[in-house]
């Protein structure tokens, strides 16, 4: 069972990232899936989830990232991707995906994203 994250990088502020969740061993599409950050001296912040556990999608963004953020699910790759546009260096940190469904909780490792001109 593992979720790998990948996707990150460094870009341009107003530049685009697409960071994906990859799960192997297990059905993501079966899960929660939630992707945090945390930022240089700063607490873990819970950035974007889906939730499909009630038969019908549910979102959360943070106000932060709201508009400019996209989760979305590509079952097909057992995947899960976060679309980040309009980046700025308030988005600089250390992104982790999660997978969660009732007594069960996945993490990825982290995946750098460098918002800077």
């Known amino acids: 069972v593992q979720l790998q994250a990948s996707g990150g990088g460094s870009v341009q502020p107003g530049g685009t990232l697409r960071l994906s969740c990859t799960a192997s061993?297990?059905?993501?599409?079966?899960?929660?899936v939630a992707w945090f950050r945390r930022a240089p001296g700063k607490e873990r912040e819970a950035v974007s989830c889906?939730?499909?556990?009630?038969?019908?999608?549910?979102?959360f963004y943070a106000d932060s990232v709201k508009g400019r953020f996209t989760l979305s699910r590509d079952n097909a790759k057992n995947t899960a991707i976060l679309e980040m546009r309009s980046l700025t260096p308030e988005d600089t940190a250390v992104y982790y995906c999660?997978?969660?469904?009732?007594?069960?909780?996945?993490w990825g490792q982290g995946t750098l994203v460098t918002v800077s001109s």
């Open positions: 889906i939730d499909d556990s009630d038969g019908y999608s549910q979102y």
């Open positions: 999660n997978a969660y469904v009732p007594l069960k909780n996945y």
């Open positions: 061993g297990f059905s993501l599409g079966d899960y929660a």
